[in-house]
């Protein structure tokens, strides 16, 4: 059965997911990948959501955490992390083919309040869980992508499905995750108001008393949870963001390798193209040049 629902997913994609946009116009949060060839390391700050690779495979690493999975394989992403992407398996016979669905609290929330099944509050784990989809996930999954050939439909099926989605997700081995979602008051909403105040001021020094008030938390409780849920300490994850920031300076044309490193926090810029370094694997303007060289062989 999933075969049947993964090959007709696969078609979809095919059709959808090439350089066209529409997709993202079409059903807000729903985002399509493919690749006709392996990759280069891609970095990003990830918001909640629900991915699934159809077709190829790929490894998403967050801290010294690995996930590997193929098709049928998914991943759930709870709160905003930095996040190190790369598409491992694809080809012009058979590309990676692959969709995220953002989770919306206020869409797990409803469902938590109209349903005692998953009223508990849920487990306070990491906030990056894999596993493999069942039948029914992918078959509401499938019916999601094909409002894609019925954009008529959208507007009344779409909010249906998507709700069915995150039922089906609730009651999976992942549901616990799915639930501190929905709770506002829960230990991972308060983290992720946390994270978020992070992002916003990833430049300036670094006080994590700071962040522990933004998500009502003694600084032992603070720093605990932080690395029960990011799988790196408060340091480790803004250097993550300054680096990834950094890149996309670096990416979109400033050449001033220096002036970047300042501009995202760093004093000494021989620090910073070390850090650079050990993170993207080259110097700053090394990665970029190789980077842009892979787009382009790409194109």
């Known amino acids: 059965m999933n075969a049947s629902y993964l090959e007709q997913l696969r078609a979809l994609l095919t059709r959808h997911a090439q350089g066209d946009k529409s997709a993202d116009t079409l059903l ?38 690995v996930f590997e999975y193929g098709a049928g394989g998914y991943l759930v992403i709870s709160v905003d992390l930095p ?40 487990g306070d784990g990491p906030g990056v869980v894999a596993g493999q989809a069942a039948a029914d996930l992918l078959e509401s999954s499938l019916r999601l992508l094909r409002l894609l050939d019925r954009p008529g439909d959208i507007p009344v099926l779409r909010p249906m499905i998507e709700r069915e989605i995150v039922w089906r997700l609730l009651g999976s081995p992942q549901g616990a995750l799915i639930r501190q979602i929905g709770l506002m008051d829960s230990q991972l909403s308060r983290l992720n108001r946390a994270l978020g105040y992070l992002r916003q001021h990833f430049a300036e020094a670094l006080c994590v008393k700071d962040m522990a008030d933004q998500a009502a938390m003694s600084l032992s409780s603070f720093h605990r949870h932080f690395r029960a849920v ?70």
Not at 38 to 44: D, L, M
Not at 50 to 64: C, E, I, L, P, Y
Not at 92 to 119: K, N
Not at 275 to 280: D, G, S, T, W
């Open 230 to 299: 990011t799988a790196m300490s408060p340091l480790q994850y803004q250097k993550q963001i300054r680096l990834q920031e950094a890149r996309a300076l670096l990416m979109a044309g400033t050449d001033d390798v220096a002036s970047v490193g300042l501009s995202v926090g760093y004093e000494s810029p021989s620090q910073f193209s070390r850090e650079y370094a050990r993170m993207f694997g080259a110097p700053p303007a090394r990665d970029v040049a190789r980077v842009r060289a892979a787009v382009l062989s790409n194109a």
């Open 83 to 122: 996040v190190i992407c790369r598409v491992t398996e694809a080809s012009e016979q058979a590309p990676f083919l692959g969709f995220g669905l953002t989770l919306r609290p206020s869409v797990i929330a409803s469902l938590i309040l109209e349903s005692a099944e998953h009223a508990g509050r849920g």
């Open 28 to 65: 807000g949060g729903l985002s399509l990948r493919m690749n006709s060839v392996p990759g280069e390391p891609v970095a990003s700050v990830c918001e909640p959501v629900f991915a699934v690779v159809v077709q190829g495979a790929k490894r998403t690493v967050v801290a010294d955490r």
